[in-house]
């Protein structure tokens, strides 16, 4: 059997959807921002797209990166540049969304992402440590 004969079960059992599957949710799903001309569109563990360009399909998490970053490489060859690819930053909010998509190197893009699927723990302790305030004595 061949890569591409692989079933869906084959291949959600060879996929890393988090410590606890948190994030199987966002399988087979797209999320799509307008931003100036460009319609962009995520779909975690499958692809990314600027319009019909491809930003690459999905490789990993970026090892690490704790599950907050997914990778997708081998997007379009950009004229005189690398192969396009996106980089997805997650982050925890109340629905499933992207918000935002920059482009800070050449063809090298970087979406931000809300999901409830990254809200935890390790979040409330890094928004913490953001505002500066200590953990309150009862959460101890
Ligand atoms: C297109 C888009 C841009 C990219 C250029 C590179 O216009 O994919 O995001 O910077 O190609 O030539």
Avoid at 41 to 51: G, I, L, N, T
Avoid at 67 to 87: E, K
Wanted: negative net charge; charged residues 30%; aromatic residues 10%.
């Amino acid at each position: 059997m061949g890569q591409n004969d692989k079933t869906e079960a084959d291949r959600d059992a060879s996929t890393d959807f988090g410590p606890n599957g948190e994030f199987y949710p966002l399988k087979g799903k797209c999320f799509d921002l307008m931003l100036a001309q460009y319609k962009y569109q995520v779909c975690p563990f499958d692809k990314a797209q600027q319009d019909y360009t491809s930003l690459g399909r999905y490789e990993g998490w970026d090892p690490a990166s704790g599950y907050r970053i997914m990778n997708f490489r081998g997007g379009l060859r950009c004229w005189n540049g690398p192969d396009r690819s996106l980089s997805l930053h997650l982050r925890c909010g109340s629905e499933d969304k992207v918000i935002s998509v920059d482009e800070p190197g050449k063809c090298e893009y970087m979406a931000v992402m809300e999901t409830p699927a990254a809200c935890d723990e390790r979040f409330a302790e890094a928004l913490r440590l953001e505002l500066n305030e200590p953990a309150r004595a009862e959460e101890l």
